[in-house]
């Protein structure tokens, strides 16, 4: 079934959605048998990121302050030697990094260019034709630059930080026209000389530059997976031969499904129909001189659901062609704000360009040069995607949810790229909060270690630990849980034990954070984050009331997985921790009038599925603060797909998964009712559906920037594999699992879930008066299955035959245990 059960099919109503065998699923990577990896058609490029030396920043701290636009902007001067065994007939000259570049060749200046610090692009890459300057034999390049705008990024990585601070400079000289590829007479490398003052005549051919500093190489730009992250390298799309694409990722070409719009302008088109699958090559005329926007032709590409990829151009035209390309993952995006604005890009003749590597689902291309006759063999996205099956799968009796949990699935998939993303368009980087969310997804779906590894790995940074996850505290809390729902899906004991000294480290910083009280007093002062939601993000008392309460569950889960590795003095020690910040919590962080923590719907969610509130508790907390969910307008107190997660799972722990279930169709239901492909950054059903993008509200604001691929936003797949199908393992790598099928009112539903000794299936169903659970367990599983019962008398049975069974849930249930292998159906009658 490949968990594809009910698939994208936008335009129908849900009461029309065909059946799985009829339509095509909504991830188009499902179908590829054998993907075209990154590392099979490119070779990463030899140039290096340089800057002058002993003055970048090689801080690792996560910082959320940086040099504004104005800051730091004094020039850096580099200057490189080289050789040129004869003079091409044509040479261009390329750069990228700085804001702001003066370039001289041989004593001469050749170029003076500045860019436009308020781009949405970090860095732009400037291309000049510098062939009269150069000479046969020896030759000189001298640059006075000044770093670039940079990006927001916030990483542990001293690379990172160098790259997204826009202290960067990539260089390559090749013996081509502009946009074509040629042998490379230059690159920017370790032989470079640097200096942060500019005595006289440093640009001369003769100057003395013997006293000059080596640069500071960051490496290739194209060699580490940190160089892809927070869209910093998103203007380098136009740079010759740079993919900055991981290896182990693939490609597929995705066509247009649809023609929005087109504009001929003061040109005119041929078999535009080609655009979105019909045969043969797509033309355009176009008059002699070079298009003003207005005048260009233009096209409206939609490409039927949200992909993470770029938009690719193949000219089949004798001319170089210049076009701007705009995208969008809506199409008023698209239109009106794109997040990475609008790109030029000039193609080689019969050659091939990509705009910029972003999440999206409409492009506009206008045609602004070239020709005037153009021909495109194809106008497409090269979908960027990391190969993975889909070892998971849910179906239930309610098209609804199996798509919901179709998009959950898709969601996550699609943030899975060089790491495990937030989202593909924004902030294209490691967030661990994100990941506790998608990483469940990713486990429950996919079976996916390698990635999930190396994300987690990188998101605690190097040692010695001195500082929280993303610099986040309450993130520093979910590295831990969320790490302990790894290992109880993968059982990857070799993973725990790499970890073993820094969770160590992290958990004696986390620990000095408490105050007398053991509630979280945020003594480092740093930004406090729990949901983009008033009083839930910076130091407020409310964010260090959850915080408090989503580190008890982080102790707990610590522990166990220090007692996994054999340490048992440290498990002791913050099992005895969790023990006294969940009796400070009681004593300080509960309103004794209404018996809850606090009127949040976040907050009591947190205490709720870490365990700091007492189960005598949980009918105050539903009373009073979680039952409203779903029931009233949130009064501007928004809350994030991301918490609501959290928010459902308490539901269903304190046992009311119907109304956590109705609150998932009209929560993630209204946004696959309102068109969504895959699960947004932010949503609220209160909010405009008109132009819906622009009111959606996150990072305490709203508009186009807001992601609507968002990995945080998947949950709801999690919650029916650990909610309906009831599949929650609770030894490492599936060795023991409690599995609880809930039908929550439906007729049916079924469905698997990978473990490291195969597919643990699940089929439950109505059968007049009772339920019938199927259950297939692999070798090396203990499952415990809990069995509805149809009256207090009921006997459970167990492939025909009466068993033994311990009662649960005040009768209404038996539990039985499966210690072997085998197909077994049970029931309670």
């Known amino acids: 079934m490949l968990g594809m059960s009910v698939v994208w099919a936008q335009d129908l109503p849900l009461t029309q959605v ?121 030759n000189t390049i001298a640059i006075e630059a000044v770093r670039g705008r940079g990006v927001t990024g916030f990483a542990n990585s001293a690379l990172v930080r160098q790259q997204t601070f826009g202290q960067v400079l990539v260089v390559k000289m090749l013996a081509a026209a502009a946009s074509a590829d040629g042998p490379a007479l230059l690159i920017s490398d370790k032989q470079w000389k640097s200096w942060v003052a500019a005595p006289e005549g440093w640009q001369r051919v003769t100057f003395d530059d013997a006293k000059w500093a080596p640069v500071q190489s960051i490496g290739s730009i194209e060699s580490s997976v940190e160089l892809f992250q927070w869209n910093a390298d998103a203007g380098l799309y136009d740079w010759p031969g740079y993919d900055g694409i991981s290896g182990y990722l693939a490609h597929t070409p995705i066509p247009a499904s649809g023609i929005l719009a087109h ?40 490409f039927g659901r949200e992909l993470t990829g770029r938009v690719e151009l ?11 390309v705009q995208m969008g993952e809506s199409e008023s995006e698209a239109m009106k704000v794109p997040y990475l604005g609008t790109n030029q890009l000039t193609i080689a003749p019969h050659g091939t360009g990509h705009g910029p590597k972003t999440a999206f689902r409409y492009a506009k291309i206008r045609f602004v040069d070239g020709g005037p006759e153009l021909q495109f063999k194809a106008i497409r996205v090269d979908d960027i995607y990391y190969p993975v099956k889909y070892e998971g799968s849910f179906e239930s009796s309610d098209p609804l949810l199996n798509r919901i949990w179709e998009m959950g699935a898709y969601t996550a998939h699609l943030c899975m790229q060089d790491g495990v993303w937030d989202a593909s368009k924004r902030d294209r980087g490691r967030w661990m909060g994100d990941t506790d969310v998608s990483g469940r997804v990713i486990e429950d779906v996919f079976g996916e270690r390698a990635l999930m590894e190396d ?44 970890e073993h000294a820094r969770m160590v480290q992290l958990l004696e910083f986390v620990d000095k954070e408490f105050d007398e009280r053991n509630v979280y007093a945020n003594k480092s002062k740093v930004w406090l984050y729990v949901d983009w939601s008033p009083e839930l993000n910076g130091d407020t008392s409310e964010t260090r009331r959850a915080t408090t309460l989503e580190f008890y569950r982080a102790y707990h889960e610590a522990a166990w997985m220090l007692r996994e590795l054999g340490d048992a003095a440290n498990a002791s020690k913050y099992e005895a921790r969790a023990a006294q910040i969940q009796a400070g919590a009681q004593k300080y962080l509960l309103d004794a ?39 009233r307008n949130t009064n501007g107190l928004i809350i994030s797909p991301y918490y609501n997660y959290y928010v459902i799972r308490a539901m269903a722990e304190m046992g009311h998964r119907e109304q956590a279930l109705k609150w998932i169709r009209e929560y993630w239901g209204g946004m696959v009712d309102e068109g969504a492909t895959s699960f947004w950054e932010a949503y609220d059903p209160s909010w405009y559906r008109e132009d819906f993008h622009s009111s959606l509200q996150s990072d305490n604001r709203s508009g186009y920037f807001v992601s609507l691929a968002h990995g945080w936003s998947s949950g709801p797949t999690a919650w029916m594999m ?10 490492a790598g599936f060795s023991t699992v409690d599995v609880r099928p809930d039908l929550v009112g439906l007729d049916w539903a079924k469905g698997g879930e990978p473990t490291p000794h195969g597919l643990l299936k699940v089929d439950v169903r109505k059968n007049g008066g009772t339920v019938a659970i199927a259950v297939d367990v692999p070798e090396g599983v203990v499952a415990r299955v809990s069995v509805p019962l149809a009256s207090a008398t009921a006997r459970v049975t167990v492939n025909g035959g009466a068993v033994i069974a311990v009662s649960a849930e005040n009768g209404t249930r038996a539990v039985v ?13």
């Open 314 to 324: 193949i000219s089949d035209s004798d001319t170089p062609v210049t076009v701007t």
């Open 455 to 498: 994300t987690l790995d990188r998101l605690m940074g190097p040692a010695p630990v001195d500082q929280h996850v993303n610099g986040i505290p309450g993130y520093s809390s979910f590295w831990f849980t969320g790490v302990a729902d790894y290992y109880r899906h993968t059982g990857s004991k070799e993973f725990l034990e790499r």
């Open 593 to 631: 009038n209404t018996g809850t923590f606090g009127p949040r719907w976040q907050t009591n969610a947190a205490a709720v599925i870490g365990g700091a509130a007492r189960p005598g508790q949980y009918d105050a907390i539903w009373k009073n603060v979680l039952s409203q969910v779903g029931e």
């Open 722 to 731: 650990e909610q309906v199908l009831g599949i929650q393992p609770t030894g």
């Open 263 to 302: 504009h001929a302008g003061r040109g005119s088109f041929t078999n535009i129909a080609s655009l979105s699958g019909g045969a043969g090559e797509f033309g355009v005329r176009l008059t002699a001189v070079r298009q003003t926007d207005e005048e260009a032709p233009s096209v409206v590409l939609d």
């Open 18 to 138: 065909l059946t799985p065998s009829k339509v095509s699923p909504l991830d188009p990577t499902v179908n590829v048998g054998a993907p075209v990896l990154e590392s099979s058609r490119h070779t990463p490029l030899a140039e290096e990121y340089i800057w002058t030396a002993n003055d970048a920043n090689a801080n690792d701290k996560v910082l959320y302050t940086r040099p504004t636009t104005d800051e730091r902007i004094e020039a850096h001067y580099f200057r490189r030697s080289f050789t040129v065994a004869a003079v091409p007939r044509q040479a261009t000259l390329y750069i990228a990094g700085p804001r702001s570049a003066d370039v001289w060749l041989n004593g001469m200046l050749v170029e003076h260019v500045e860019s436009d610090v308020t781009s949405p692009l970090g860095m732009h890459v400037f291309a000049t034709n510098v062939a009269k300057y150069l000479q046969a034999g020896a």
């Open 817 to 829: 245990v499966l210690d072997h292998a085998g197909h077994y159906q049970l029931a309670g009658r």
